[in-house]
């Protein structure tokens, strides 16, 4: 831990997710990174979210980006921490 302007500052590991002590941290960072390509590809296609759900197999309310990345990412039995 180090200090930054005042405040204690402490390097991570790379996975945020570990940091956070979550179960399955190397998944839900491998996770992340397919929703950040997808999400990367949606816009340089040009889709709608609309098509993007058709040529994913989903429909369209999941593709929006929140609901995409929150159901990709958590599990629906996870309880968030009291501080998020």
């Known amino acids: 831990m180090r200090l930054v302007e005042g405040i204690e500052v402490e390097t991570g590991s ?3 997710f570990a940091d956070l002590g979550l179960p399955d941290a190397e998944k ?8 950040i390509e ?10 709608t979210q609309e098509e993007a759900g ?4 989903i429909p ?3 593709v929006n980006g929140t609901n995409f990345s ?4 958590i599990p629906p039995f ?7």
């Open 38 to 47: 997808i999400t990367r590809a949606v816009r340089k296609l040009g889709l």
């Open 60 to 62: 369209q309310p999941k």
């Open 14 to 16: 790379g996975n945020v």
């Open 78 to 84: 996870f309880r968030p921490p009291a501080w998020l």
């Open 54 to 57: 058709r040529r994913m197999g």
């Open 28 to 35: 839900l960072k491998i996770k992340s990174g397919l929703v």
């Open 70 to 73: 929150r159901n990709l990412l």
